[in-house]
Each structure stands twice: as C-alpha cells, then as structure tokens.
C-alpha cells in the first residue's frame, strides 16, 4: 500500500481528565477490558516495523496519537517510538500527529513537537463558560486556565496546532461567541465535532446536542466565518473546508465527509487493532499487530464487514438535492433505522450557507492560481 494511517492509544482509556461527555468512557466502558495498558516498547517496535513493511517505498505512513490522554505514556515513549522509526527508516515519508488536553505540556514537551514535527491538536472547547463546564479533572475543577496556558506554550515554540472544540447543546447556542473567542487565542485551524451520546442512546444528557441547535451552530458559526473571509482573512474549519475541497473537484480530508469509513486501524494499548476509533469494541477486533500483519488486519473479514456497512449511506441520501456534499456523514451519527441524526441540521445548513459556499470556493480557487 501507498499510505498508511494508524491511530494508536499509547496510554489506552487512561485520562487525568474527567469530561462528563467523553465517547471513549463510554466505548472502553462497553468491552471486558476497559483499559488495555500503557503500550510497551516491544509493541511499539512491532507496530512501526509492521507499518513500514506494509507501506511502498516513497510512500507515507501517519502515526496519530489519541486516547484517553496519550501524554500519559510519557515523553520518553514518544522518543523511544521516533527512535524506533529512524533505526528502520526506508525511503518513507513519515508523519505525526496527537491529540491532547494538554494538561501534561510543558516546555520540555512542547520542544520535542517543534523538533520532531508533530502537529498537535488541543482540545478546547471554545469559550471558558462552555469548556469548565464539561471538561473537568479529577478534582471537578475546569481546566480552561490550564489548556489556554498550553496553547500559550506551543505558539511560543511555534508548534502546528490545531484547536478540536465539542459542540454540546450549549456551547451551540453561541456559535459566534465561540468562534470569537477561539479566534482571540491566536492563528490555528480549527474542527467543531458535535457531541456524541453514548452508544446506542439519542439525546437525554445534560449535553446532549439536538439536530435543531446543531443547524443553528453551523449556520451561526458559517457566517462569522464568510465574513472574515470577505476581509481577506481565511481560518480552516475542518467541516467547512471538506464541503469546499468536494465543490472544488478534490477529496474530502476527513471520513465522515467521504461517503465512506475510513481505511486506517485504531491500535489499542496492548496492541489490538481496530477499524476505527469509535469502534474500538470487542465485537470489532481485527486482531493483535504482534500476531499479525497490517494487510491481514485490513483484510480480515471484520474488518470488510465493517466498510461494507460505512459504504451503506441512510435510504434518504438518495433523493436528497445535497447528498453529494453531505455523503450521508458519519455512520456513528446514524440512528437505529440507519438515519443520520443529523440530517435536518445539515439540510438546514445547506440551504442557508450553500451559494455562499459555492462562491467561497470560486475565491480560494482564483486565489491558489
């Protein structure tokens, strides 16, 4: 294969936060095993002597680290993994990304992304009122304070970072001072992701996210968006991008926005793979990299099982006026008649936003001539 993406949890479900709307609680709370254990060296071996068997030469591989927290492995980890990767380095571009609540950064984290390229998303989840109410520590205190003076640190050493915001049902209800707020903090891309309830549930929570505030959102957040686009100022919001690269002719960087389930594996603490990060159930293993190569992982039945059914899009799609921009979304979203939750909000968004998406697009086309 060309390229190759693995999102690896080097520290498992671990966190040293305790957001109350955390999807990966609540999948790790759903297997035997809720916490598969700190990734050892050995296994870490395995993983890129495995990645880089499985990748042409002159192609890529992705390592992304996610959680729970991935700092929590520790600083010595990562070195050991990205000494690891130059001990067996062939004629393959390699990339890394992690995401993180920053709780652990300091200087001496923040040089070692500078120096090894990392890009660094941060969650934040737009405003201080919207984030303390949600992302706690262990204490039950906010961390607002906390991660903004993280993001403080990474901008000094001048780490690519990009900031991840949830959108609960209230942070929905101010799109604009969210976007304001996020935007006073510096220059960084920016991803909204809607808030997941937990599995096999819709809405009841506190911070549950209905389709009617989610168009709000999106329809709110759109337009502050197009007019700093008027005044020549472009911020990359991921969603908003993904429909512009599609109007564009290009492909689309993210799963949802695809029609389709990504073909990466999500690598758990003890070194099982999965088909996908909010899939990381039992029902779902693909198998275990020390026991197996990355082309049996994703070739495995499971695993074919798992993209026949993120081929599938809701019955609706097929009539619907924007079904070629919205692709049926994330199957994640879908509800248990195959319906995207969502749908209305993203309807009503399209209907409001689309000619000036259409002309955004003609812009940053005449722009990159």
Same mark, same amino acid.
């Given at each position: ?18 957001? *109350? ?9 759903? *297997? ?8 050892? !060296? /050995? ?9 880089f068997a499985a990748t042409e030469e002159g192609g890529s591989v992705h390592f992304l680290f996610q959680g729970g927290e991935p700092t929590l492995a520790g600083l010595d980890f990562f070195r050991f993994f990205l000494e690891t990767e130059r001990s067996m380095q062939r004629n393959i571009s390699v990339f890394h990304s992690i995401q993180t609540n920053g709780i652990c950064l300091d200087e001496e984290w923040a040089s070692f992304f500078k120096a090894n390229s990392f890009l660094v998303g941060l969650s934040l989840?737009?405003?201080? /009122?919207?984030?303390?109410?949600? *992302? ?19 901008? +000094?050493?001048?780490? /690519? ?33 809607? %808030? ?6 819709? =809405? ?10 989610? #168009?709000?959102?999106? %329809? &709110? $957040? ?12 472009? $911020?990359? $919001? ?16 993210? %799963? ?6 990504? !073909? ?22 693909? #198998?275990?990299?020390? !026991? ?17 059914? =993120? !081929?599938?899009?809701?019955? /609706? %799609?097929?009539?619907? +006026? ?15 008649? &195959? ?13 409001? +936003? ?14 990159? *001539?």
């Open positions: 294969m060309k390229h190759n993406t693995f999102l690896v949890k080097p520290a498992s479900s671990l966190c040293n936060l305790r957001c *109350r709307y955390c999807f990966y609680d609540d999948v790790s709370n759903s *297997r035997a095993c809720k916490n598969m254990g700190l990734l050892s !060296h /050995e296994m870490a071996g395995e993983l890129v002597e495995k990645a989840d737009g405003t201080q /009122e919207n984030h303390d109410l949600y *992302r706690l520590d262990a204490a039950g205190q906010g961390t607002w304070d906390k991660v903004t003076h993280a993001l403080a640190l990474l901008d +000094a050493y001048r780490v /690519e970072t990009n900031l991840l915001c949830v959108v609960t049902g209230q942070l929905a209800r101010k799109p604009q001072r969210a976007f304001k707020s996020l935007c006073e903090l510096g220059q960084h891309n920016l991803q909204f992701i809607p %808030c997941l309830d937990p599995l096999d549930t819709i =809405g009841g929570q506190a911070y549950s996210l209905t389709p009617e505030l989610y #168009g709000r959102f999106l %329809c &709110g $957040i759109f337009d502050v968006w197009y007019q700093q686009l008027q005044q020549g100022h472009y $911020i990359s $919001i991921r969603n908003f991008e993904d429909y512009l690269r599609i109007l564009l002719g290009m492909p689309p960087t993210s %799963c949802a926005s695809s029609g389709s389930c990504g !073909h990466y594996l999500a690598v758990e603490g003890d070194g099982s793979l999965y088909p996908c990060d909010f899939y990381v159930l039992d029902e779902w293993k693909l #198998g275990e990299i020390k !026991h197996c190569t990355v082309e049996q992982a994703l070739n495995s039945p499971t695993s074919q099982m798992f993209l026949a059914q =993120g !081929h599938k899009r809701p019955a /609706e %799609c097929a009539a619907c +006026a924007y079904r070629l921009l919205c692709r049926g979304g994330c199957k994640r979203d879908w509800d248990a008649s &195959g319906s995207n939750r969502f749908c209305a909000a993203y309807k009503h968004f399209f209907a409001y +936003a689309l000619p000036r998406l259409q002309t955004a697009a003609r812009f940053l086309a005449q722009q990159n *001539r």
